[in-house]
């Protein structure tokens, strides 16, 4: 089982990217999926995630109204699309599964997924 990122980079404040992670070895239908992200010096923490059988989205606070996760079934593949970014989101981004994924202690993303993967830089200037 692999997850592999892609479509990190460079861009400006108030640009966007959108963050890829294909799958393979398992399908991301039956698990939770998340995104996570670590800036230098900080904790990793949860960006956003889906529950198992897809049914509920979780944001973190700051990401709200301008990322979205997504996934497609047919490409096994899932998604981050980040618009409005600006320097604090710049960070390595990290994509997650787990048959039980998308586990929350109040607002904060718990970090208990099986299948991680290698991380994706976004680097966000003015």
């Known amino acids: 089982a692999q997850l592999v990122e892609s479509g990190g980079g460079s861009v400006q404040t108030g640009g966007s990217l959108r963050l890829s992670c294909a799958a393979s070895?398992?399908?991301?239908?039956?698990?939770?999926i998340g995104w996570f992200r670590q800036a230098p010096g900080k904790q990793r923490e949860g960006v956003a995630c889906?529950?198992?059988?897809?049914?509920?989205?979780r944001y973190a606070d700051s990401v709200k109204g301008r990322f979205t996760i997504s996934s497609d079934s047919a490409k096994n593949t899932m998604y981050l699309q980040m618009n409005n970014l600006n320097s604090e989101d710049t960070a390595v981004y990290f994509c997650?599964?787990?048959?039980?994924?998308?586990?929350?202690?109040?607002?904060?993303?718990?970090?208990?997924?099986?299948?991680w993967g290698r991380g994706t830089q976004v680097t966000v200037s003015s």
């Open positions: 997650a599964a787990d048959s039980d994924g998308c586990r929350v202690i109040g607002d904060t993303m718990l970090l208990l997924y099986d299948h």
């Open positions: 070895g398992f399908s991301l239908d039956d698990y939770g």
């Open positions: 889906i529950t198992p059988g897809h049914d509920t989205t």
